[in-house]
Each structure stands twice: as C-alpha cells, then as structure tokens.
C-alpha cells in the first residue's frame, strides 16, 4: 500500500479500531447490481471519461440501492479527472460549488453528477492548503484535495455508500467492507465517528435517513455520539437545512424518520418548538404521525407532495399554545393569531430556513382553519374557491383524527364538497344561517366576524 494512503489512513482513523482497508472485487454473477437500470446518458459519460484516459465509476447511493432490491434512478460518477478535465470532456458541462467542487453533466432534463477523488485532509501538502479548510470546531469549510480511488473511498461517510461499479465488466469494487454491511443491513460510518461527524454534522442527519429508508440498523460505535453531538447541527446554515429536511420528509420514509430524530436527539435542532417536550398538547404528536403516514402514502402512490404542508402541521401545535398567550395578555383573536403566526415562523426559520413560497401556503392554510366553521352559503361557496381549501381541509381533518379538536366539522365539509348547489344551500339553512343574498350593486362591504381564540 502506499506510504502517502497509508499515512492518510492513520489521520482519519483516531480510535482504538481501524479501517479495513483491502480492495475486494466482486465480479458480474456474484452480485444482483440491476445493469439495466443504468441510463445511456450515463453510460455515455463513463464512456467519454474511460476512452479520455480517465477512471470513472458509478458510486453511492445507486449501487447501494441497486444491491438491496431497489431499483436507483440517480447515478452519481467518480473520476480521477479534476473538474476542469471534466468540462474539457463535455461541451454541455458546468462546474459547480466552492466547499466541494464537481461537474454536472446535462442532458436536457437529466443531469449528471461527476465527482473528482477525493483525499483526507490529514496529511495535506502546502499544494492543498487552499483546496481545504476547517473550521475550530473540525467541520470541513472547503473539501477539494483531489486523490486516488483508493483514498476517495476511505474518506466516504458510510461503509454502504463506499462501493464502486465498473461499467467496463460489471465489477462492484469494495475498499472499506460495505458489500458485507449492507448484506447485514448495517450502517456504519469510516473511521472515527465523532471526528467525521465534526467534519460534517449533516452526517448525523444522514445516518437517521438512510436508517429509515433502508430499514437499516445503525451500527453501536455509528450511533453513540449523535445525542452527543447534536448540538453541532447549530453550525449548519438554515438554508442548507431546508434542503436536508426535503430528503428526511419527501422520499417516503417520514413516518420512520421522526421517531429516530426524536430519540437521537435532533429534532431539537430542527424543530425545536415541535418536539414533545414543548409540543405535548393532547393530539398534537399524534397528528404529526399521520401528517408524516400520509406524506409517505401519498410519495408511494406517486402523488405530488409539498414541504409547507407538513412544515404547517408540525408547527400547528407551537402556533396554537402562542396565540392563546397573547389572547390571555388582552390582544384580540384575529391580531393575536397574525402575531403568532409571524413569531412562530421566525422563531422556526431561525434553525431551518422556510422560503417565502412554503411559509405563505403555510399562513394561509392556518387562518383558514378558523374560517372553516363559519358556515353561511356564501361564505362556503367562497372558501371552496380558495387556492388552500383543499389543503386547509386536510389540515382540518388531520386535526380530528388525532383528537386535537372535536369531531364533526371535517365530515360536515366533506359532505358539502359532495353536493349539489341546492343540497349546499339546504346544509347552511340547517344550521341557522342566514341564506345567501345577492350582493347589491353599491359598495357595501362588510368586515368578516373574527376568529375566536383558541380553547
């Protein structure tokens, strides 16, 4: 082995275990990697890279999923080409990012992900000083040393994600014992897990996500220092937190994932003002659940999901116990409930960053809510009309099934949605409200009667 991997090795691994590091290869026949899955486009740049000169594998999360069963869609490709000789290679090719730079690769719609091989940061030549960076608290700024294959998979965070498919004969190649872990449904993390998960806290993120959607087990040494080292997801910029909680909610697994944030101590970084410590009102971790069963449900059936609804839901909570304080402090229902709709997203956005296209849907759907109950004929027929109603109308549900409100309402709303116009006016007249009149040509508006405040 050479000394220079050698001396990286022994940088990255700082515990009483050490990495196996011995190259395995198991050849076409001996695994179940599904070849056909693999799209032209990117055949076409393992092709160009291959005939180029270059290494290029497939590497990650595909062949991963491809050797559970699971059918990959996303392939993501390692080369020893840096990203300049990547985009030499390809006319329709741009390089993107600073703390880790790599090439996307477009074919209309489809884009290619190549990635350089990467080094450790541990045994750095003055060359690469200004290729990596740290910060005091160990979590990498910048992470462009460039390396061999070898070396690109020993810095790889987890031993499943570390295997490599040659598309020339169909080899997956194995550096770091992944191949057996996944056999065992195991996740692991290379080398030393506090270290990696201070050069990267989104790591820990990670590990409950793939544990989830793998129904894989986290490995003891994996899952020892997360509750620990929770608090260094304060580190992480809101923003790209946002997008870490897309993937924890929106690939099909949130029912799982919220549990196991909860117990690794997470979620307090993410949804501070949603975890059951500080959202324990009757009905409101249930309602989470299902919100979080149903998303799931809904991404199986291939229908479209959306982050503010679920963001709405797991906020629900926090926006009620607000604004009955600033009910109780003397401020009127209908202010009181714009108040703490704003405090609550501030005070949310502060840890994970909700852009202006969710956080809007979000106020909407919540004042909405107390709309629902106001029941003449004419301001049925104008809540049904509403862009959220639908929506607010799931919201509503949800809050009944999971006890948080009183039942009746959802079933009454789902029955008019049902209707005709002269069963909808008779289901108003029912309840002792007026029916609608026509309005008169002069401007004679009227101020809506104002929400109640919260019991």
């Given at each position: 082995?050479?000394?220079?991997?050698?001396?990286?090795?022994?940088?990255?691994?700082?515990?009483?275990?050490?990495?196996?590091?011995?190259?395995?290869?198991?050849?076409?026949?001996?695994?179940?990697?599904?070849?056909?899955?693999?799209?032209?486009?990117?055949?076409?740049?393992?092709?160009?890279?291959?005939?180029?000169?270059?290494?290029?594998?497939?590497?990650?999360?595909?062949?991963?999923?491809?050797?559970?069963?699971?059918?990959?869609?996303?392939?993501?490709?390692?080369?020893?080409?840096?990203?300049?000789?990547?985009?030499?290679?390809?006319?329709?090719?741009?390089?993107?990012?600073?703390?880790?730079?790599?090439?996307?690769?477009?074919?209309?719609?489809?884009?290619?992900?190549?990635?350089?091989?990467?080094?450790?940061?541990?045994?750095?030549?003055?060359?690469?000083?200004?290729?990596?960076?740290?910060?005091?608290?160990?979590?990498?700024?910048?992470?462009?040393?460039?390396?061999?294959?070898?070396?690109?998979?020993?810095?790889?965070?987890?031993?499943?994600?570390?295997?490599?498919?040659?598309?020339?004969?169909?080899?997956?190649?194995?550096?770091?014992?992944?191949y057996e872990d996944i056999r065992r449904k195991t996740l692991r993390l290379?080398?030393?897990?506090?270290?990696?998960?201070?050069?990267?806290?989104?790591?820990?993120?990670?590990?409950?996500?793939?544990?989830?959607?793998?129904?894989?087990?986290?490995?003891p040494a994996t899952a020892e220092p997360i509750k620990r080292l929770s608090?260094?997801?304060?580190?992480?910029?809101?923003?790209?937190?946002?997008?870490?909680?897309?993937?924890?909610?929106?690939?099909?697994?949130?029912?799982?994932?919220?549990?196991?944030?909860?117990?690794?101590?997470?979620?307090?970084?993410?949804?501070?003002?949603?975890?059951?410590?500080?959202?324990?009102?009757?009905?409101?971790?249930?309602?989470?659940?299902?919100?979080?069963?149903?998303?799931?449900?809904?991404?199986?059936?291939?229908?479209?999901?959306?982050?503010?609804?679920?963001?709405?839901?797991?906020?629900?909570?926090?926006?009620?116990?607000?604004?009955?304080?600033?009910?109780?402090?003397?401020?009127?229902?209908?202010?009181?409930?714009?108040?703490?709709?704003?405090?609550?997203?501030?005070?949310?956005?502060?840890?994970?960053?909700?852009?202006?296209?969710?956080?809007?849907?979000?106020?909407?759907?919540?004042?909405?809510?107390?709309?629902?109950?106001?029941?003449?004929?004419?301001?049925?027929?104008?809540?049904?009309?509403?862009?959220?109603?639908?929506?607010?109308?799931?919201?509503?549900?949800?809050?009944?099934?999971?006890?948080?409100?009183?039942?009746?309402?959802?079933?009454?709303?789902?029955?008019?949605?049902?209707?005709?116009?002269?069963?909808?006016?008779?289901?108003?007249?029912?309840?002792?409200?007026?029916?609608?009149?026509?309005?008169?040509?002069?401007?004679?508006?009227?101020?809506?009667?104002?929400?109640?405040?919260?019991?």
């Open positions: 082995m050479p000394k220079r991997l050698l001396q990286k090795i022994t940088g990255l691994i700082k515990g009483k275990k050490s990495a196996t590091v011995q190259r395995r290869e198991i050849p076409r026949g001996d695994h179940h990697f599904p070849e056909e899955d693999i799209g032209r486009n990117v055949i076409s740049v393992l092709d160009t890279l291959t005939r180029a000169g270059y290494e290029a594998y497939l590497v990650g999360g595909s062949i991963r999923d491809g050797l559970i069963g699971m059918h990959p869609k996303d392939f993501d490709v390692a080369t020893s080409a840096t990203p300049e000789e990547i985009r030499a290679q390809f006319r329709n090719c741009r390089l993107i990012g600073r703390r880790f730079r790599l090439a996307h690769v477009r074919f209309g719609r489809d884009i290619i992900e190549v990635a350089t091989f990467r080094a450790a940061h541990h045994t750095m030549t003055e060359e690469d000083v200004d290729q990596s960076h740290q910060s005091d608290e160990g979590m990498l700024l910048r992470d462009n040393v460039f390396g061999t294959l070898d070396e690109d998979a020993i810095r790889r965070d987890f031993t499943a994600n570390a295997l490599y498919y040659r598309h020339t004969d169909g080899a997956v190649l194995d550096f770091v014992n992944g290379i080398g030393n897990p506090e270290q990696r998960y201070r050069e990267d806290p989104v790591r820990m993120l990670r590990a409950v996500r793939f544990a989830a959607k793998l129904g894989f087990t986290i490995e608090d260094l997801l304060g580190l992480i910029p809101p923003a790209r937190l946002f997008e870490e909680i897309q993937k924890l909610f929106l690939s099909g697994h949130a029912e799982a994932v919220w549990p196991l944030l909860t117990r690794y101590d997470l979620a307090r970084w993410l949804f501070p003002l949603s975890v059951p410590e500080n959202n324990n009102a009757p009905g409101a971790q249930a309602m989470i659940g299902l919100a979080l069963r149903n998303t799931d449900l809904r991404i199986h059936n291939g229908k479209g999901v959306t982050p503010y609804f679920l963001l709405a839901v797991l906020l629900w909570g926090p926006l009620q116990k607000l604004w009955r304080e600033y009910c109780d402090e003397g401020i009127p229902p209908t202010p009181a409930l714009q108040k703490a709709i704003q405090q609550v997203i501030h005070d949310q956005s502060r840890h994970v960053a909700i852009p202006k296209r969710f956080s809007l849907p979000m106020r909407e759907i919540w004042e909405l809510q107390s709309r629902l109950d106001q029941r003449s004929a004419k301001r049925c027929e104008q809540l049904v009309q509403q862009p959220r109603f639908r929506a607010a109308y799931d919201l509503l549900l949800l809050r009944e099934e999971s006890g948080e409100t009183e039942a009746g309402l959802g079933e009454w709303w789902t029955a008019y949605q049902q209707a005709d116009a002269a069963e909808r006016e008779q289901m108003c007249q029912q309840l002792g409200q007026k029916p609608a009149r026509k309005r008169r040509r002069y401007n004679n508006r009227r101020k809506g009667a104002r929400p109640a405040p919260p019991q």
